[in-house]
């Protein structure tokens, strides 16, 4: 069975601190990460995706599958990064693909 | 374009009252899902549909679920009769055929009573 992993409900930092997300997952084939962000007020959407190998916002996140982590980092968090951040996984291949499995989530609160 | 959206945002029930939540998709998007977000947890997958075939409906309850997807677009899913541990919201999402990326909708949120 697949599993999401998000060790912290809740993240506090200040202004321009470096901020790391947590995220573990535990799975038999070959998954593809990602993380979506829910602002306040707004509908959940896709922050960036392992594939991808992108930046965004600031946000970088590298799988490690030796660690089975999908850690989100920022080195200078701003007030507007203040979210719900969820760890989700999808099978790479398949029918399914698609589907996923995501973590509790992580509230991230950015101070002034 | 416009994005998912979804009806009624709103819903107060009693338990073993029935409902229906509607949702509509971004257009060309063949793969449409339905999740439930219990307060506290992440999005749980229902139902995923590929056009207006389910793909996968293991963890959708079909004996007060049950949910359809009428000419590949538009979908609806129904509780009936609902219990207290229905109370969730419900969030449809849509995305192209063998795309990773999900559009959600913003929700549909249950409270039974």
């Known amino acids: 069975a697949q599993r999401v992993t998000q060790p912290e409900k809740l993240l506090s930092v200040f202004k321009g601190a470096p901020v790391e997300l947590k995220c573990n997952y535990s799975?038999?084939?070959?998954?593809?990460l990602f993380w979506y962000v829910q602002y306040s007020r707004q509908r959940l959407q896709l922050l960036l995706r392992?594939?991808s190998r992108e930046s965004i916002k600031g946000f970088t996140a590298d799988l490690n599958k030796g660690e089975t982590s999908f850690h989100l980092k920022k080195p200078f968090a701003q007030e507007e990064d203040s979210a719900m951040y969820y760890c989700?996984?999808?099978?790479?291949?398949?029918?399914?693909?698609?589907?996923?499995?995501f973590g509790q989530g992580t509230i991230l609160t950015v101070h002034p | 374009e416009a994005g998912v959206a979804q009806s009624p945002r709103y819903k107060i029930i009693e338990k073993r009252q029935s409902v229906a939540f509607w949702c509509n998709p971004i257009?060309?998007?063949?793969?449409l899902y339905w999740y439930q977000q219990i307060l506290g947890q992440g999005p749980k997958l229902l139902i995923q549909?590929?056009?207006?075939?389910?793909?996968?409906d293991s963890q959708l309850p079909k004996d007060r679920f049950s949910a359809e997807r009428l000419k590949g677009v538009d979908s609806t899913l129904k509780i009936q009769p609902a219990k207290l541990e229905d109370s969730a919201v419900y969030l449809c999402?849509?995305?192209?055929?063998?795309?990773?990326?999900?559009?959600f909708g913003e929700g549909s949120r249950l409270t039974v009573l």
């Open positions: 999402a849509s995305s192209k055929r063998g795309a990773g990326e999900l559009f």
């Open positions: 799975y038999s084939g070959s998954p593809e």
């Open positions: 392992h594939i």
């Open positions: 989700a996984l999808t099978n790479a291949g398949g029918t399914s693909y698609g589907k996923l499995t």
């Open positions: 257009s060309g998007h063949a793969t």
């Open positions: 549909f590929q056009n207006n075939g389910v793909v996968d």
